[in-house]
Nanobody, 129 residues
C-alpha cells in the first residue's frame, strides 16, 4: 500500500526556518520525481520545488529560490524541504508529491499537479510574528 506521511509543519516567525519531511512507504522515492506544492487559503496549489528521479535535477519557484532546498535520503525513503528565511507569503498547506514521469516530462511541467501519482496529506506552515 502506497503511503506518504508528512511532518514538520508549524508556526514560525518571519525569517525563521522549518524543515518538512515526507516518509514514503510502498514505493521507492529514489525511483520517482519528487516535488513540493503549497496552497494558501483561497489560492490555487502551486509548485514550490521538484527533484527529478534519474538525474536529480532540481527546480524551484522563483519566489523560493535561494531560500528553500529540496532533498531526499534514499536510505530512509524520505524527502525533505528545508525552508529558510521564511516570509508571511510562504504560509499555506504544503504537500509532497511523487511521480513516475521522465526527467523530460518534469523539465517541461514540474509545476503541474496532474503529473504526480502520489501525494502526502499536507502540512500547515504559518509564518507570523
Amino acid at each position: 500500500q502506497v503511503q506518504i506521511a508528512q511532518s514538520g509543519g508549524g508556526l514560525v516567525q518571519p525569517g525563521g526556518s522549518l524543515r518538512l519531511s515526507c516518509v514514503a512507504s510502498g514505493f521507492t522515492v529514489g525511483s520517482y520525481a519528487i516535488a513540493w506544492f503549497r496552497q494558501a487559503p483561497g489560492e490555487e496549489r502551486e509548485g514550490v520545488s521538484c527533484m527529478t528521479n534519474t538525474d536529480g535535477f532540481t527546480y524551484y519557484a522563483d519566489s523560493v529560490k535561494g531560500r528553500f532546498t529540496i532533498s531526499r535520503d534514499n536510505s530512509k525513503n524520505t524527502v525533505f524541504l528545508q525552508m529558510n528565511s521564511l516570509k508571511p507569503e510562504d504560509q499555506g498547506v504544503y504537500y509532497c508529491a511523487a511521480g513516475l514521469g521522465s526527467p523530460l516530462l518534469y523539465d517541461a511541467s514540474w509545476t503541474e499537479a496532474r503529473e504526480y501519482d502520489y501525494w502526502g496529506q499536507g502540512a500547515t506552515v504559518i509564518v507570523s510574528s
